[in-house]
């Protein structure tokens, strides 16, 4: 059963102000199964600088969607996860899985860039900030949803950038797909726990997703999508 949703009230009233159909915030603390990264600390005193680890990090190299990154040990298993889980809802959108993932990476060691106070996840190795999917063509003997607008046979690209908010018609059958994947995202705290992205500032390009202690989802569906 999803969680309950509370929506503050600047925060709808942010929403109406932007015609966005959706804008979720999570309650909160639910946070499914145990992790080792939640007893990481994530706050900083006054004047403390931020101690990364970035011996406890590994290399993780995808082999079912061809991208490369560094990253906890612990996320890799998250990661794989959200893999199989990308796959599986591609193939029931488009008829088959994306040949890549494009993204911004996952360690970085820095403070959140709107609270230097409070450590980043992807300090910790703990967050990815995925911004699209490129795929090939529809396989010969693949079977096509019958939804599948036949342009979409070829191959092609979806970012978030440029299909979030589709302002061509085109391009709203892979909006409908992104906005999918966060959606069924958000009721799969065993994948992630929280998912950042547009109209949300510093986040027109990206979805971040992390495995951090608390659930939380901000993002938002323009009314015309």
């Not at 309950?4 to 600047?10: E, I, Q």
């Not at 680890?53 to 079912?64: E, F, G, I, N, Y």
């Not at 911004?131 to 079977?143: C, K, M, N, V, W």
């Not at 109209?199 to 659930?215: I, Y």
Request: net charge positive; glycine share 6%.
């Amino acid at each position: 059963m999803a969680p309950a949703l509370v929506v503050p009230s600047a925060l709808a009233d942010q929403a109406s102000g932007q015609g966005i159909s959706r804008f979720s915030f999570f309650d909160g603390w639910e946070q499914g199964e145990s992790y080792p990264l939640d007893y990481e600390p994530r706050h900083l005193e006054d004047g403390e600088k931020v101690a990364c680890t970035p011996d406890q990090m590994v290399r993780h190299r995808s082999k079912a969607l061809r991208y490369t990154v560094t990253a906890h040990p612990e996320f890799v298993a998250r990661l794989e996860r959200f893999e199989a889980f990308v796959i599986d809802l591609a193939t029931e959108h488009y008829g088959r899985a994306p040949k890549r993932l494009i993204h911004r990476g996952v360690y970085a060691c820095r403070t959140l860039r709107s609270r230097s106070s409070r450590i980043s996840e992807h300090a910790l190795g703990n967050a990815i900030d995925v911004q699209g999917f490129d795929f090939g063509p529809l396989p010969r003997r693949a079977e096509a949803p019958a939804e599948l607008p036949k342009s979409l046979r070829r191959g092609f690209s979806i970012r978030v950038l440029k299909h979030w908010t589709p302002k061509r018609e085109r391009d709203a059958y892979h909006a409908e797909f992104l906005h999918r994947l966060v959606e069924e995202l958000r009721v799969r705290p065993d994948i992630f726990r929280g998912i950042v992205g547009p109209p949300r500032p510093r986040h027109a390009d990206h979805l971040h997703l992390d495995a951090a202690p608390w659930r939380y989802a901000m993002y938002g569906f323009d009314a015309r999508s």
